[in-house]
């Protein structure tokens, strides 16, 4: 079935610096991959996405690569502040039909001022 | 926009009782609404596809009888977890896709529910 791996589950920065996280997909048919940022007690909150037609997108200090050879996709996040501290989860989503998405185990990042 | 409001934030309840969550997309329609439930520094365990009309899909594993779930209007659909165990306690969270946008395949989701049983 359907499979997301994530890397790293933990990350640890100095505030100011990037952070990459690494998402791989199973499925090729995977047209869809969006990332969340959860804090604690809350649900996620979708921060960045990118589909399949699109190599890269970016958002002020975030942005997303992907690439479909290979399939895998990474988020990165560049001068990073305290705020920026949370659990990310990266998705992908196979099918517009279901909608369903498959998460990725999640990445907890402290950035340390 | 995309506002997705889940009710109530935090649940304590006896065992053998049954608890209802509600989740409600408040600025748009959504056909579709998704059950997750997530434990402590995991990530999300998709539990079924609530389908507005119609009954909804559960994933393996999920016992549709424990986990009754609502989907009667395009804005409303609710998680009944009836006669609850403390193995049942956990964060419940659900998400919403926009029907006038299900191409896009975006997910708004609601702040969760911590159900805690005792």
């Known amino acids: 079935g359907e499979n997301v791996e994530q890397h790293p589950s933990t990350l640890s920065v100095q505030e100011g610096d990037s952070a990459v996280i690494k998402c791989t997909y199973s499925?090729?048919?995977?047209?869809?991959f969006p990332w969340y940022k959860q804090e604690l007690g809350k649900g996620p909150q979708l921060i960045i996405d990118?589909?399949?037609?699109?190599g890269e997108k970016k958002d002020q200090r975030i942005a997303v690569t992907l690439n479909k050879t290979a399939k895998h996709f990474s988020l990165h996040i560049t001068e990073t502040q305290p705020e920026d501290s949370a659990v990310y989860f990266c998705?992908?989503?196979?099918?517009?039909?279901?909608?369903?998405?498959?998460f990725g185990q999640g990445t907890t990042l402290q950035v340390k001022p | 926009g995309a506002v997705v409001s889940q009710h109530p934030s935090r649940v304590i309840c006896k065992s053998g009782t049954s608890v209802k969550i509600e989740c409600r997309s408040l600025?748009?329609?959504?056909?579709?609404m998704f059950w997750y439930r997530q434990f402590p520094k995991k990530s999300l365990m998709l539990m079924a596809t609530?389908?507005?009309?119609?009954?909804?899909?559960?994933e393996q594993g999920v016992e549709k009888d424990k986990f009754l779930i609502n989907h009667a209007s395009l804005t409303l659909s609710t998680l009944t977890v009836t006669s609850a165990h403390p193995e049942d306690s956990s964060f419940y969270i659900c998400?919403?896709?926009?029907?006038?946008?299900?191409?896009?395949?975006?997910?708004?989701f609601g702040a969760g529910t911590r159900l805690s049983v005792l």
């Open positions: 998400s919403a896709r926009d029907r006038l946008m299900l191409t896009k395949n975006i997910q708004y």
């Open positions: 499925d090729s048919a995977s047209n869809y």
């Open positions: 990118i589909r399949s037609n699109v």
């Open positions: 998705a992908a989503s196979f099918s517009s039909n279901t909608g369903k998405l498959i």
């Open positions: 600025d748009f329609q959504a056909t579709t």
């Open positions: 609530s389908n507005e009309g119609s009954k909804a899909t559960y």
